[in-house]
């Protein structure tokens, strides 16, 4: 079985600030990792995702993550928030074979103030 | 390239009705998914796809609900005498293949059930 927590249903920050949003996973196989972000009446877009190889991803939009085995963590991060990045992000958790569907946090929404 | 588009992007049904959900996936794609959203949460499983065959269908919360996809390409996720708990967001999405890929997922469509 698989799970993800995402700590913080809320985060805020200031323009320019670090962005950090936290995800710890559960998978009783080596995971393959995505951060979705979800912006106001749209679909999913996927930021990052970690599969095999470098542990440390990078994304669009400025975003990385480090997968940590040791800590079950794949935490986002972004040097300098900007407004445009206000929205729900998830973290989510799949598993190689057919069907590889994916697991779901409950999402952080991330606010940026001026 | 056209995306994943799905329809009706909003839905209001009255309890007990039936509505059918549509999904348009990105032409070419061999799997298919379906997930539920509540409203402040991630997506939940609800089925799989791969062509036309219907391989995990475990996520599905009740026999109210079916999903077929006859041809391969588009599917639609019906649910049968609808309950206020069935108020969510359904979102579907589609990849390439069997062996990991990228999700990619349409903007979904909004069921109240009142």
């Known amino acids: 079985a698989q799970s993800v927590t995402q700590l913080g249903s809320h985060v805020s920050v200031s323009e320019g600030a670090l962005v950090l949003l936290r995800c710890n996973y559960s998978s009783s196989v080596p995971p393959y990792l995505f951060w979705y972000v979800q912006y106001p009446n749209q679909g999913l877009q996927l930021l990052l995702k970690y599969t095999t190889g470098a542990t440390l991803v990078k994304g669009i939009n400025g975003f990385e993550a480090e997968f940590k085995k040791s800590e079950t963590s794949f935490h986002l991060t972004k040097p300098s928030a900007h407004m445009s990045d206000a929205a729900e992000y998830f973290c989510a958790v799949g598993r190689n074979n057919a069907g590889n569907m994916l697991t779901f946090g409950g999402g952080t929404r991330l606010m940026v103030k001026p | 390239g056209a995306g994943v588009s799905q329809s009706p992007r909003y839905k209001v049904a009255k309890r007990g009705q039936d509505v059918a959900l549509r999904c348009d996936p990105i032409?070419?794609?061999?799997?298919l998914f379906w997930y539920q959203q509540a409203l402040g949460q991630g997506p939940e499983f609800l089925t799989y796809f791969q062509n036309e065959a219907q391989l995990d269908k475990s996520g599905l919360p009740s026999d109210r609900f079916f999903a077929e996809r006859p041809e391969g390409s588009v599917s639609t996720l019906k649910i049968q005498r609808t309950q206020q708990e069935d108020s969510a967001v359904y979102l579907c999405?589609?990849?390439?293949?069997?062996?990991?890929?990228?999700?990619?997922f349409g903007p979904g469509t909004r069921l109240t059930v009142l």
């Open positions: 032409s070419g794609h061999v799997s």
């Open positions: 999405a589609s990849s390439p293949g069997q062996s990991y890929n990228e999700q990619f």
